[in-house]
């Protein structure tokens, strides 16, 4: 009895108000993003659940007392809310998304592959070893600021050089608005350095090259090893596919933990807004070009390449902006094609089967 009187004794000399018990839905992410979109009195009838993991077969989906698998039918991916229909899973309404990270399919494939959605932060990861490369990192920004995510830099294996100064310098040179995190994945480092973006109720991503600690930063996060890691070649410092999948992780502080497969190929489309974010002192220099319809390679009174006999800015970022730009348009372009060729043939199908009534 005195422990218990000590103990609330102590908290109001504190002054500190009880911190509310969160909900099992805000243990998976809910956040009023979602809330809004729904009517209370559908709740029991429709209960949010959300994509952990997504399986040629069907979509695994977790709620408030839910785990289970259900039938392909919405286009979800992986993070997703869903409204579940209790009596025809595949009829699920899939909840507006408050972003989406995606990408051209690899391959010859002229098709969209979704990432992940409702990610708030995303931590791009590279080694600092020869896995490291500012082109494959920009790609992974890009991607980012056009999904509306906020992007993180997070160096691992920074125990295996004598200086990353050099990595590090190079990382923060890509953009103003980018944190960047330097770390042992293993230990306590990354609890620590990451807890600002790993609060309760946000959903974090980890993308990144296979083997550069994508896994071991989730175990460390979650303070367990779940998650199966491998070591990298030491030939090449090329990384292992450890992680198959993309699957949700739920930290026990709230936060959601999405480990990712690492991407042999990442090629961008509909990111015209992200490749402006991550080059804004060259796009403003654009705007100072004397032709609207300048291509900054040639012509008389471009700003670019006055910056660029200047030294102003850095010949290989131009170079690499330039590459993005004209990747970005090609992709988008083949891809609104292939779009216009299905809706076209879904037009025709639609036509011979109202034929085929008659």
């Known amino acids: 009895m005195k422990r218990e009187y000590l103990d609330f004794l102590k908290s109001t000399e504190t002054n500190e108000p009880p911190k509310p018990a969160r909900s099992a839905l805000q243990d998976l992410g809910w956040q009023s993003f979602f809330a809004q979109q729904i009517d209370i009195e559908d709740l029991a009838k429709t209960p949010p659940v959300r994509v952990?993991?997504?399986h040629r077969n069907g979509l695994q989906i977790v709620g408030d007392n839910i785990d289970l698998m259900i039938p392909p039918g919405p286009e979800a991916t992986v993070g997703d809310w869903l409204l579940l229909n209790q009596d025809q899973p595949d009829r699920s309404q899939l909840l507006e998304r408050k972003s989406l990270i995606q990408r051209r399919a690899a391959g010859h494939d002229r098709?969209?592959?979704?990432?992940?959605?409702?990610?708030?932060?995303?931590?791009?990861?590279?080694?600092c070893n020869a896995d490291f490369n500012v082109a494959r990192l920009e790609r992974y920004i890009a991607l980012a600021f056009e999904a509306d995510v906020a992007p993180v830099i997070v160096l691992t294996k920074a125990d295996l050089v004598t200086d990353v100064g050099d990595y590090v310098k190079k990382a923060e040179r890509m953009s103003a608005s980018v944190p960047v995190i330097c770390l042992d994945a293993r230990g306590e480092q990354p609890q620590s350095k990451l807890a600002a973006w790993c609060g309760p109720g946000q959903t974090v991503a980890f993308l990144g090259s296979s083997g550069v600690g994508k896994s071991t930063l989730t175990n460390a996060l979650a303070g367990s090893q779940k998650i199966e890691t491998q070591s990298i070649r030491e030939d090449d410092a090329k990384g292992r596919h450890t992680t198959t999948r993309r699957q949700l992780h739920f930290l026990s502080n709230g936060c959601a933990v999405l480990d990712t497969p690492g991407m042999r190929e990442l090629q961008l489309t509909d990111v015209k807004s992200g490749i402006a974010n991550l080059f804004s002192d060259i796009e403003e220099l654009t705007g100072q070009c004397r032709f609207n319809d300048c291509s900054h390679t040639q012509e008389p009174g471009c700003a670019v390449l006055e910056a660029l006999a200047k030294e102003e800015i850095d010949v290989a970022r131009v170079q690499r902006w330039r590459k993005l730009i004209a990747e970005e348009q090609y992709n988008t372009a083949t891809l609104a094609e292939r779009r216009a060729k299905d809706r076209s043939f879904g037009k025709l199908i639609r036509q011979v089967q109202k034929d085929n009534r008659k």
């Open 111 to 127: 098709r969209v592959q979704l990432i992940a959605a409702n990610i708030d932060t995303a931590f791009i990861v590279s080694s």
């Open 52 to 54: 952990t993991e997504v």
